[in-house]
T-cell receptor, first 110, second 112 residues
């Protein structure tokens, strides 16, 4: 899988939007962009994924750059429960494995 | 709906003892199954994955092994645990790269 680069940590205020960036300059045409988050002492939780177009679901929005070399996970109104480590992962359409990087630790301040 | 079960939730084992962690999935058939390990304060490391009964791909050479005796059962084993085997072990299931992976609650393994 191609590599992703994320900031180590970010801070946000409660009820404000959060934009979590991810760079993946070596992405291939068959790579899907996945986002997961992990709360302390829990398994990762799926957030959203996409290929080329922007995606929205009840948890978040995923904005994918036109050249697909970067993407942004958008939490529209951060809550204290959104404090977690967020992982951006590329998954090759030809492979079944999934590899996690270090992720971004999001802190939400009340 | 689909569910994934891992047990036990916590485990304390002496060095050199055997290990067996079990993961089962309900409500789905022929899923891809995965074992990950997370050392304290670190990211997730893929250990094994399986695309079908008896089919195991190993990502990290070590003293751990995995087996898939049934479609929805995935077992992680060791004959002799090392101190470095401590960590948070997670099982997951999914259906390929354009579908989400779903994780269990994990087993926290401490080696003494």
């Amino acid at each position: 899988d191609a590599k992703t680069t994320q900031p180590n940590s970010m801070e946000s205020n409660e009820e404000e939007p959060v934009h979590l960036p991810c760079n993946h300059s070596t992405i291939s045409g068959t790579d899907y962009i996945h986002w997961y988050r992990q709360l302390p002492s829990q398994g990762p939780e799926y957030v959203i994924h996409g290929l080329t177009s922007n995606v929205n679901n009840r948890m978040a929005s995923l904005a994918i750059a036109e050249d697909r070399k970067s993407s942004t996970l958008i939490l529209h109104r951060a809550t204290l429960r959104d404090a977690a480590v967020y992982y951006c992962i590329l998954r090759d359409g030809n492979n079944n494995d999934m590899r996690f990087g270090a992720g971004t630790r999001l802190t939400v301040k009340p | 709906s689909q569910t994934i079960h891992q047990w036990p939730a916590t485990l304390v084992q002496p060095v050199g003892s055997p290990l067996s962690l079990e993961c089962t999935v309900e409500g789905t058939s022929n899923p891809n199954l995965y074992w990950y390990r997370q050392a304290a304060g670190r990211g997730l490391q893929l250990l094994f994955y399986s695309v079908g009964i008896g089919q195991i791909s190993s990502e990290v050479p070590q003293n751990l092994s995995a087996s898939r005796p049934q479609d929805r059962q995935f077992i992680l084993s060791s004959k002799k645990l090392l101190l470095s085997d401590s960590g948070f072990y997670l099982c997951a299931w999914g259906y390929g790269s354009n579908q989400p992976q779903h994780f269990g609650d994990g087993t926290r393994l401490s080696i003494l």
